[in-house]
């Protein structure tokens, strides 16, 4: 779950890292007034869960409150990477003598958080990463030691800093690991961190809280803006519906239990010469009702013009598979060929179900793509 | 993991395992399977249902009851993801080894925590989100589908489940049968890597070729393709890798299946192990032909 920049610097305000005055406006009415309030010159910022707001016009300076009402006419209500601007960030204009860039992701080889950190910030890090990887410090942290004074000392020195200034950013360091992990954060940035004549100011953030901890952070469940902007309209029925489904491209419909499992369908289609609509995982021990679900949204997808489903009999049973298959051709009264390979616990009951109404079954998943690939070709 | 015939094993018939969570409708289920298999379940433990009886497997408040009472050496974890943590740690503390880890969906954070205890202390964790190990014939501590497996030669090692039975099906037919399977996990996260099992699998006698079943997300394909390439693990080896056909950015079902930027990706993962010198099977059957091929 993602949280807008205010919401993320609400946050780091909260644990001591400095930030810049500034004032939420929802309309060119507010952003006027914060501007008087704070005094001018400010930046007027579309807050966006989407990347890459600067270069899509986002981010906006004012030179007086008039100025900030004009701008704001200009931000709020209107598209930005298609998604309608509601709220705008006001803010002081820094004056910035430097930029860095910090961030705490999780290292999944290593089981640990790392912080990131360049002297090179203000710019797209994976572009860092990529054309400069030797720019950017990478410090594991140790999980069960935290992140001590003195591993922040050690990244303020390596980013070129001394005297009061090191002091400064280390204490910074260990507060943003401190956000991190106290918010479950896969992502926590500041980028860029501002180096001022008053000091390091957070400029920008970013606060990507981990799905599976969301039961710890209601208030934040209830404050966010997350409406999976990055789903398609159909990715957000079926995440509605309790269904994980991706769409693809493709004319044929793809359920599968087991994300390995269901993956691999995919692939072996498009190995055969098809095109996956959509991947749809049933998870584990998946009763007739959930099948049934599923199968129904799949078919319901009109670029669908034939639908496989792969499941592998453990703690799903393919009697129960049969039995949601058939109910939904029922409900949804439809005609496109359903193509079956099931295997495991139930297997004999779950195929004379499916027999019994004309529903082919295969023993392979190569077999049963390929004869997918081929009804959806209408052959 | 204990020293068994100078072998360090993960599971056999001297395992003596004990549930946690099994008072609920999953741990319920998979102990009677367990049971069914001939795994030794030695005991049972939810806090507060201590005293109850689960199809004739003792129950206890803690885990140091139950290992103290009856000398168990392992434990399966069915708690729901919020309770895992403590579970786990506490399984951690009690001395057994390994901790599989059934549950899915917990924190991010929470997993980085009981696997830094478990490396600082030498526990093996598996999982979490995994199915389990199995070593067809003496034990089976997880949730895959017992028919689909017989004795045999070829070691398995897999990120996900269900695409793992599937290849652990063609391998049974095909006359082969297994040694000894371990699903590392769907997270992003997990305690073991592929890394770990296959030196496991170097060593053991009874393994005589490896399946490798990876998928989409981080670089744990990539690290054993350099291991193997430095001569780490010398045994026939093919692999199959799910997720060519999946998008950027999209996360395919398991937290940890994600193509994030150009890393990840199926053909990088694919190209890595190819060029060790692990055969690529572009269907899961292949894997099979594979090595049986290699084996001929």
């Given at each position: ?80 990477k ?52 030797e ?21 303020a ?54 799905n ?53 369908t ?5 190995l ?43 703690i ?64 | ?43 049972g ?29 392992a434990s399966?974890?069915?708690v ?12 951690i ?10 549950t899915?969906?917990?924190p991010?954070?929470d997993?980085?925590e ?73 997270d ?109």
């Amino acid at each position: 779950m993602k949280l807008l920049e205010y919401q993320a610097k609400q946050i780091f305000a909260k644990y001591g890292i400095p930030t810049p005055k500034s004032k939420l406006a929802e309309s060119p009415n507010e952003a006027q007034d914060a501007a008087r309030e704070m005094g001018t010159p400010v930046v007027i910022k579309a807050q966006l869960l989407v990347g890459g707001r600067g270069k899509a016009g986002g981010i906006v300076f004012a030179d007086d409150p008039a100025d900030a009402f004009k701008v704001a006419s200009g931000l709020l209500g209107k598209k930005i990477k298609d998604i309608e601007v509601r709220k705008a960030l006001v803010e002081e204009k820094l004056d910035i003598k430097d930029e860095i860039y910090l961030g705490i992701i999780v290292d999944r080889q290593r089981g640990t958080y790392v912080v990131l950190a360049s002297a090179e910030g203000g710019v797209d890090i994976e572009e860092v990463a990529r054309v400069a990887p030797e720019k950017i410090i990478r410090f594991p942290v140790d999980p069960l030691l935290g992140l001590k004074t003195y591993h922040g000392l050690r990244i303020a020195r390596q980013l070129g800093y001394s005297g009061s200034e090191m002091q400064a950013l280390a204490s910074l360091i260990t507060k943003l690991y401190r956000v991190a992990v106290e918010t479950d954060a896969e992502l926590t940035e500041i980028n860029p961190l501002a180096v001022t004549d008053k000091g390091f100011i957070a400029a920008d953030a970013r606060l990507n809280v981990d799905n599976n901890a969301l039961f710890r952070h209601r208030d934040l469940v209830e404050a966010s803006e997350d409406r999976g902007g990055e789903f398609s309209e159909r990715e957000m029925e079926a995440k509605e519906k309790g269904l994980t489904y991706v769409e693809l491209d493709g004319n044929i419909g793809v359920i599968g239990n087991g994300a390995g499992l269901t993956m691999a369908t995919i692939d072996t289609v498009t190995l055969k010469g098809g095109r996956p609509a959509n991947f749809l995982d049933l998870g584990g021990g998946a009763t007739p009702e959930r099948i049934e679900k599923a199968v129904t949204f799949v078919l319901s997808d009109s670029r669908v013009d034939a639908l496989l489903v792969n499941i592998l009999g453990g703690i799903t049973r393919c009697d129960d598979t049969a039995k949601g298959i058939i109910q939904a051709r029922e409900h949804t009264r439809t005609e496109k060929p359903i193509v079956v390979r099931m295997m495991g616990t139930n297997e004999d009951e779950g195929k004379q179900l499916l027999a019994e109404l004309g529903i082919d079954t295969l023993d392979t998943m190569e077999e049963a793509a390929e004869r997918a690939v081929a009804l959806a070709r209408g052959e | 993991m204990r020293e068994v015939n100078n072998v360090t094993r993960f599971v056999n018939k001297s395992t003596r395992a004990l549930v946690q969570g099994i008072t609920g409708t999953q741990g319920r289920f998979h102990t009677e399977l367990m049971l069914e298999y001939g795994t030794q379940i030695v005991a049972g433990v939810t806090p507060g249902k201590g005293g109850e009886i689960v199809h004739g497997v003792p129950v206890y408040d803690t885990v140091e009851e139950a290992r103290v009472e009856l000398n168990a050496n392992a434990s399966i974890i069915y708690v729901p993801a919020r309770f895992a943590l403590d579970a786990v740690l506490e399984a951690i503390e009690a001395d057994l080894d390994p901790v599989v880890v059934i549950t899915e969906g917990i924190p991010v954070r929470d997993t980085i925590e009981m696997v830094a205890r478990a490396k600082a202390k030498g526990t093996t964790i598996v999982g979490p989100n995994c199915p389990g190990l199995i070593k067809p014939g003496e034990c089976k501590l997880g949730i895959m589908p017992a028919q689909i497996f017989r004795e045999g030669s070829i070691g398995i090692v897999s990120r996900s489940g269900t695409l793992f039975y599937e290849i652990a099906a063609h391998v049974s037919r095909i006359g082969l049968g297994q040694s000894t399977c371990v699903g590392l996990g769907g997270d992003p996260v997990v305690g073991l890597s592929f890394i770990d099992v296959l030196k496991w699998f170097e060593e053991d006698d009874e393994t005589e070729a490896v399946a490798i079943i990876g998928e989409i997300g981080g670089d744990a394909e990539e690290r054993a393709a350099r291991f193997i390439a430095d001569g780490g693990f010398t045994k026939p080896a093919a692999a199959y890798i799910a997720g060519r056909a999946a998008v950027a950015g999209k996360r395919m079902g398991h937290a940890g299946a994600i193509i994030e930027g150009s890393s990840g990706t199926a053909e990088g993962k694919m190209k890595a192990l190819g060029e060790a010198g692990v055969s690529i099977g572009d269907q899961p059957v292949r894997v099979a032909e594979i090595l049986k091929d290699r084996l001929a």
